[in-house]
């Protein structure tokens, strides 16, 4: 490992950009110089890293040769703008975005495939997959080598904080604007969010799927590396602040054994599996925490190839930030 690396984090005011910079500190990353970018008000904006205020830059001054790593946190359609800069600067890049090319990105859990980092050239593109497909590959990957996955039914309950502070601030207007009898007019979300359930998270295509129900699709098979893998996603938003929830059914080619799959989770890094009757809760068990929470495993009713069982993490540390930072970890320990 290098003793110190100079690295750019686009989006630094956004939540995920937040907890980036913690994370950097708090697991003693050698970062050399650390750049903070942004635009528009981010702009001027300091936040603290090792004893120090740290001011964010102007994103469209900054170049990006000063850097082997950047870590991008922004909005899709910045870090799809970017891409060309990045390229000729010949930096590494962790995208946590989502909006560079994913035909381009090695996608990595540092839990399921991080082996993947491995007999690459540099400089690497990074996918850091959606929330839910992390916290599915991490659940699902110690069970592969146990059992045949044929089908995996999924429905993730997003919290607001999926879509960064615009949401986190929406939800709570809305709770005072109703608490208080005053009219509610959404504004972030597509209806009313507060004390209610949202049936969609984003915009449906042809087929009535959502963008982020296609990249829970995509990434988790390219994370399980099974292609033909059958992965029905339902996205709904639920009025909570922070940490996703996720109903999870997995048909699998043979009746599991619920004692081998118990001790496969309970083995696994980064999983906390609940004992007994315990069911974990976002609020209670989950957020701030590293670890992805599962509990309520069971067969089927009718069916004995049926597992299921339900997840809880935190979405913002647990499912981005803390995965990409590990992503980062293990190209340095190969490449940088």
Wanted: charged share 20%.
């Amino acid at each position: 490992m290098p003793s110190s690396l100079d690295i750019a984090i686009v989006g630094a005011t956004g939540l995920v950009g937040e907890l980036l910079v913690e994370l950097l500190e708090e697991r003693h990353f050698p970062v050399g110089t650390l750049h903070l970018l942004g635009s528009g008000e981010a702009i001027g904006h300091a936040l603290p890293f090792k004893g120090r205020n740290l001011r964010v830059r102007d994103l469209d001054a900054f170049d990006f040769a000063q850097v082997r790593l950047v870590f991008l946190a922004g909005e899709a359609t910045r870090a799809a703008a970017l891409d060309a800069r990045l390229t000729a600067a010949g930096c590494s890049v962790v995208d946590l975005s989502g909006g560079l090319d994913p035909a381009t990105l090695t996608w990595v859990v540092a839990e399921a495939n991080g082996e993947r980092l491995v007999d690459l050239t540099p400089p690497l593109r990074i996918g850091n997959p959606c929330a839910p497909a992390i916290l599915l590959a991490a659940a699902l990957a110690p069970l592969c080598p146990l059992l045949s996955l044929q089908r995996v039914t999924v429905t993730a309950c997003l919290a607001v904080s999926s879509r960064g502070q615009e949401g986190v601030g929406e939800l709570a207007r809305q709770t005072a604007e109703l608490l208080n009898a005053r009219p509610l007019e959404p504004r972030v979300f597509g209806g009313q969010m507060a004390f209610n359930l949202l049936g969609m998270v984003d915009t449906a295509d042809g087929e009535g799927h959502g963008c982020l129900e296609r990249r829970v699709h995509d990434e988790l098979r390219a994370l399980l590396g099974l292609p033909g893998l059958e992965v029905a996603v339902t996205c709904i938003q639920v009025p909570v602040f922070f940490g996703d929830s996720l109903s999870v059914s997995v048909l699998t080619g043979e009746a599991p054994d619920l004692a081998q799959v118990r001790a496969r989770l309970a083995d696994a890094e980064g999983l906390e599996l609940a004992e007994g009757d315990d069911c974990p809760s976002v609020v209670g068990d989950a957020v701030g925490q590293d670890v992805i929470h599962v509990g309520r495993l069971r067969g089927g009713l009718h069916d004995p190839r049926e597992l299921n069982l339900w997840i809880a993490s935190d979405n913002v540390r647990k499912g981005a930030a803390l995965n990409a930072v590990r992503s980062a970890e293990l190209l340095i320990k190969h490449y940088l």
